[in-house]
Structure formats: C-alpha cells, structure tokens
C-alpha cells in the first residue's frame, strides 16, 4: 500500500504490480500527484515552483518527460507527468482519493 502519489511511488506501484503483488495508492487529494497540484488544500506549491532536478535524470524508466519541458520543469509540467504515466499503466483505477482517515493505513 502506499501513501500519497509522490513521484517515486508510481515507477514503484508499477514494479510490483508486474511482481504478482497487490498494489493500492491512497492520495489524500482529488488525484494522484495531489502535492503538485496547487489547487489541493494544504500543498506547499506555489505558482513558480519547478522541480530541482533534471528531466533527464529524473524521469521513470520507460516513460522519459516530453522533451518540450524544461531542463527543471515546472510544478504544472510535473504534475502532468506524474498523471501521464498513471493513466498510461492504469494506475488511477488503484487509487482511493480524498480519503481522509489514514490511522488505519499500512505503510510501506
């Protein structure tokens, strides 16, 4: 089970998926990539954000950030590629949203 959409937890959520294991992502916002998106209640992103490493060495494997995006993308251009590749390997349909009682929540 994992908590949040954070970058690393979709390439995550796809291994072991593809390793028998029983994945679900639990996001406390509307939609996986909640802390990026600044419309979601409590996020620290602000307007000018941008990520602070390369799209070249930060991108999933097998799924590289569209070269049209900044050497440092933005909060809205991460945001789009984390949602990309969760609809891309069907990750959205493991996702509980907007849940917000977490005291019973497994994570690992």
């Known amino acids: 089970m994992y908590r949040g959409c954070r970058p690393a937890r979709p390439d995550s959520s796809t291994s072991h998926g593809e390793s028998g294991l029983k994945v679900e ?6 939609g996986v990539g909640g802390l990026w998106d ?7 992103m602000y307007r000018s954000c941008h990520y602070i ?5 930060s991108a999933y494997p097998d799924y590289p950030m569209p070269t049209d995006y900044a050497d440092y993308p933005s ?3 991460i945001l789009a590629y984390i949602q990309g590749f969760a609809r891309k390997f069907d990750l959205i349909r493991l996702a ?13």
């Open 25 to 30: 992502i639990i996001e406390r916002h509307s």
């Open 96 to 108: 509980w949203t907007a849940r917000d009682d977490w005291s019973d929540c497994i994570v690992s």
């Open 75 to 77: 909060n809205a251009h």
């Open 53 to 57: 490493s390369s799209r070249n060495t």
């Open 38 to 44: 600044i419309a979601n209640p409590g996020t620290p």
